[in-house]
Every structure is written in structure tokens, then in C-alpha cells.
């Protein structure tokens, strides 16, 4: 089992940057891929970004390239996601995921095992 706990999440104007933490415990953290989904209101869960066990390779979904970026310090058990140049369409409950497998398929949540309770960020204009 693999227990994520999120982190980081708030209240910012648009343009402002957040920095969101995923705490993992449980299993050996270091062989599994992560991943962040969002969930906006009234709107189904989306994926946000991956990154490898390694952290050799990441993927985003393309309204997130170039402004956030996801990263991961497995001797904390911690995956991060950098959200920079925030807008008001960023606002949703970020969820952390994790699976241990191979590296494809990143944007279907039935691929991932374990997730996290989430954490509010809201952009306001």
C-alpha cells in the first residue's frame, strides 16, 4: 500500500505561482510513477502531468506545458508539481496518483492505484 498526502494548495491571484507537494509513505515510493489530476466544478477529473519512478521523463497535458512542472525527490518520497503563471481555468482540487508498471498511458486514471485526498487551488481574477 502507498499512502499520498497532498499539500500546498490555495488562494492566489491570477499570474501568481503555487508549488504543490505530494508526501508519500508506505511502499517504496521510488519505484512508482506519479502523477497529478485536477477536478474543476461541475467538470470531470483531467491529468495534469507524470512523471517516471526516475524522474528520468515527465508528460504534460498541453494547457499546462510551459508553466508548470512536475518533479519528484524520491529520498523525501515527495513528488511536486511547480504551477507558475496561474489562471483562473487552473482552478480545480488537485489530486496526487501514483502505479508501478510501464510508462504509457498517463492520462487514464484507471491506470494509477493509489491517490491522494486532494487540495483546493483557486486562481482568482
Known amino acids: 500500500q502507498v499512502q499520498l498526502v497532498e499539500s500546498g494548495g490555495g488562494l492566489v491571484q491570477a499570474g501568481d505561482s503555487l508549488r504543490l507537494s505530494c508526501a508519500a509513505s508506505g511502499r517504496t515510493f521510488s519505484s512508482f510513477n506519479a502523477g497529478w489530476f485536477r477536478q474543476a466544478p461541475g467538470k470531470e477529473r483531467e491529468f495534469v502531468a507524470a512523471i517516471k519512478w526516475s524522474g528520468s521523463s515527465t508528460y504534460y497535458t498541453n494547457s499546462v506545458k510551459g508553466r508548470f512542472a512536475i518533479s519528484r525527490d524520491n529520498t523525501k518520497n515527495t513528488v511536486y508539481l511547480q504551477m507558475n503563471s496561474l489562471k483562473p481555468e487552473d482552478t480545480a482540487v488537485y489530486y496526487c496518483?501514483?502505479?508501478?508498471?510501464?510508462?504509457?498511458?498517463?492520462?487514464?486514471?484507471?491506470?494509477?492505484?493509489?491517490w491522494g485526498q486532494g487540495t483546493q487551488v483557486t486562481v482568482s481574477t
Open positions: 496518483a501514483a502505479y508501478s508498471g510501464y510508462w504509457g498511458d498517463l492520462g487514464k486514471e484507471s491506470k494509477y492505484d493509489y
